[in-house]
């Protein structure tokens, strides 16, 4: 072999070898910051004449900084944005995001374990039966171009959809203000002998409540109280994720028939139960767990700060 020859094959052999290499390893601007994000509805089902809500988080891990930090949130079914908060390591962060649809939000200066949530709740556009949501995050705002291998891909990025729901017996939405209220179907007879309704609700959780004779609840005698003979239906309402709340919120419950001297409250995991006995006439919620009774309209008002299972005795 000549000497131009042994030249040639050397400086192919050379650049072979350097593809190789790159193949395997990659270009060094491949990396994606270290980072955790998480979505979804809140509450999963709602009723009509209430907002659909939604909440994302985002942990960033990574050792480097970022210089800003985008997320979008795209909807379908819906008609406007009804309610925005965000929070970075507990703390409220004002005029992060922008006010229209598709929601953009901006932050600067992203350090190693700070954390982000976003909480946004949108009302549902007329006759949609879905409301669905997807948070992206980025660095760069741009959408995913390579699989997600690159600076800058999205975190996220999943649907999350809220149902509309039009059983009677059921009520959800998001907490748009506060001292907000949730509730079924109010008139009660014999095919609808219970309606049960949440009031004074913190602003920014969701809130379910559902009666009806298919909710059950595991249920224990004690000496004051048999569960055999509880009247009416159980009461089982969600209240943002389970939380003891600082102020008491109410649940009325009306009934077609029957009057209570008592409930059972059961909650918790393992499940704990407690007895409710009545208020006293003056300042009720004082004496929170507690309720009162108002004949003329056959209604129990209780008043908690948990969220559970209820049923009269």
Not at 18 to 45: D, H, K, R
Not at 272 to 295: H, M, V, Y
Request: aromatic share 10%; with cysteine.
């Amino acid at each position: 072999m000549d000497r131009a020859r042994n030249r040639r094959w050397a400086a192919s052999l050379a650049m072979t070898s350097l593809i190789a290499f790159q193949v395997f390893a990659g270009p060094a601007s491949a990396a994606v910051p270290l980072a955790t994000a998480s979505s979804e509805a809140i509450p999963a089902v709602y009723s009509a004449g209430n907002a659909a809500g939604f909440r994302g988080t985002y942990h960033y891990e990574d050792g480097s900084a970022l210089a800003k930090l985008i997320l979008t949130i795209e909807t379908t079914g819906a008609s406007s944005q009804a309610f925005i908060n965000v929070k970075k390591n507990g703390s409220t962060v004002a005029n992060a995001c922008g006010p229209s649809l598709p929601v953009v939000c901006t932050f600067k200066q992203v350090r190693t374990n700070d954390t982000f949530v976003v909480v946004a709740a949108f009302t549902p556009a007329a006759n949609a039966t879905q409301v669905s949501a997807t948070y992206s995050w980025s660095s760069t705002g741009s959408t995913a171009s390579d699989g997600g291998t690159s600076h800058g891909d999205i975190w996220d990025g999943i649907t999350h959809t809220a149902t509309l729901s039009t059983d009677p017996n059921f009520a959800g939405g998001f907490v748009l203000s506060s001292g907000g209220s949730i509730q079924n179907l109010q008139a009660v007879s014999a095919s609808n002998r219970q309606a049960t309704k949440l009031g004074l609700l913190p602003v920014g959780v969701a809130a379910t409540v559902e009666d009806g004779p298919d909710v059950t609840s595991p249920c224990t005698d004690t000496a004051t109280f048999v569960c055999a003979d509880a009247i009416g239906e159980w009461s089982e309402v969600f209240v943002g994720d389970g939380q003891t709340f600082s102020s008491v919120f109410t649940i009325s419950i009306v009934y077609y028939q029957g009057t209570p001297k008592g409930f059972i409250h059961t909650f918790g995991d393992p499940l704990q139960q407690e007895e409710i006995g009545p208020c006293p006439k003056k300042n009720p919620a004082s004496a929170a767990p507690c309720f009162t009774w108002t004949a003329s309209s056959n209604t129990a008002t209780i008043y908690t700060f948990h969220n559970g299972s209820y049923r009269g005795r």
